[in-house]
């Protein structure tokens, strides 16, 4: 499968625990691109990876949440002290330029 | 800032007809981006057609076309011969400001195309 990944497909976590989600884009994509999604809207934008360089952050990434592409493959989404309000879809996407971005199937985040 | 609004919750088609779906925006930037993606019930988003705000030319994919009007700012997706499998939500989209590359979506359509 050449697609983007994301890891886990699910995730059940008990408010105040930490999650992190992996994701692995298309392997000559040097854009990355996470997204939250809740039910019933559009995905909102988080943060924009060019390679390593993290270029773009949403003001919708609290200081709860941190992302990281390490060595500008795959990247990891984290969010620390969950709250319920942090339920949502949580997308990834890669580009290599312009225009369409390549979305994975994305993790669905339930924080009980 | 910009916004995207699509003004239709759901939409049935029967199968083999044509079906738009509206999508109107707004921005104050010269240059931007207008995308069109499909997310059926699996979850993934995927992407179906471009136009440029500079394209002098409607975008067409196979059976999907983006009926442009600049002036109005919509962008339209056009679906032609519906199939089954087209029934899913979807999701109209803006590039963000110059030098951004975020997208920012709208609230979707369900569409459900009917035998």
């Known amino acids: 499968d050449t697609g983007v990944s994301q890891d886990p497909r699910h995730k059940i976590t008990k408010r105040g625990q930490n999650v992190t989600f992996r994701c692995d884009p298309i392997s000559e994509h040097n854009r990355l691109y996470w997204y939250r999604q809740t039910l019933g809207q559009g995905p909102e934008f988080l943060t924009y990876f060019q390679n390593e360089a993290q270029l773009e952050k949403s003001r919708l990434l609290s200081d709860r949440f941190s992302a990281e592409r390490p060595k500008g493959s795959f990247s990891t989404l984290e969010i620390q002290r969950t709250e319920q309000g942090d339920s949502a879809m949580y997308l990834c996407?890669?580009?290599?330029?312009?225009?369409?971005?390549?979305f994975g199937q994305g993790t669905r985040l339930t924080v009980v | 800032a910009q916004k995207i609004t699509q003004t239709q919750p759901g939409m049935f088609v029967q199968e083999k007809e044509a079906v738009t779906l509206d999508c109107t925006y707004d921005?104050?930037?010269?240059?931007?981006?207008l995308f069109w993606y499909k997310q059926p019930s699996s979850g993934e988003m995927i992407f179906l057609i471009y136009?440029?705000?500079?394209?002098?030319q409607n975008a067409t994919e196979g059976r999907y076309s983006l009926n442009f009007q600049k002036a109005r700012k919509s962008a339209n997706l056009v679906i032609s011969a519906s199939q089954l499998g087209d029934s899913a939500m979807y999701f109209c989209?803006?590039?963000?400001?110059?030098?951004?590359?975020?997208?920012?979506f709208g609230s979707g359509t369900r569409l459900q195309v009917q035998p």
């Open positions: 996407a890669s580009s290599l330029a312009p225009p369409g971005a390549f």
């Open positions: 136009q440029g705000s500079y394209d002098q």
């Open positions: 989209a803006m590039r963000g400001e110059a030098g951004r590359r975020a997208l920012t």
């Open positions: 921005t104050s930037d010269p240059s931007y981006g």
